[in-house]
Nanobody, 122 residues
Framework: QVQLVESGGSSVEAGGSLTLSCEAS?????MTWFRQAPGKEREGVAT????????YVRHFVKGRFTGSRDGVKNTVYLQMNSLKPDDTAKYYC??????????????????WGRGTQVTVSS
């Protein structure tokens, strides 16, 4: 059983930056950041694959958010810049051993963290 622990959520003003961290209890191939705002569906934001550290982000955060991975620490990060009020959500880390299915589809993940809250004020 893989344990995922997120940290780094906070309240910031629009235009500010935050870095989220997610530490896994062991190596796992695909680690992805999702977010969910009140009344909205959970959506994938960025994924980081193990071994080659390939990263992908969704179009709506491209140029502002960057995913990265520390293989030694089994930790992934989400660097968020130029934050907007629309980025307000609870951010979750998810992981899977495989790489099948769309990376931004929550059904493809076996393990989830409890989430960390990001609030962006205007």
């Amino acid at each position: 059983q893989v344990q995922l622990v997120e940290s780094g959520g906070s309240s910031v003003e629009a235009g500010g930056s935050l870095t989220l961290s997610c530490e896994a209890s062991q190596y796992i191939y695909r680690m992805t950041w999702f977010r969910q705002a009140p009344g909205k569906e959970r959506e994938g934001v960025a994924t980081i694959y193990g071994r080659n550290d390939a990263t992908y982000v969704r179009h709506f955060v491209k140029g502002r958010f960057t995913g990265s991975r520390d293989g030694v620490k089994n930790t992934v990060y989400l660097q968020m810049n130029s934050l907007k009020p629309d980025d307000t959500a609870k951010y979750y880390c998810a992981a899977s051993y495989g790489y099948g299915g769309s990376w931004h589809d929550a059904v493809n993940y076996n393990y989830w963290g409890r989430g960390t809250q990001v609030t962006v004020s205007s």
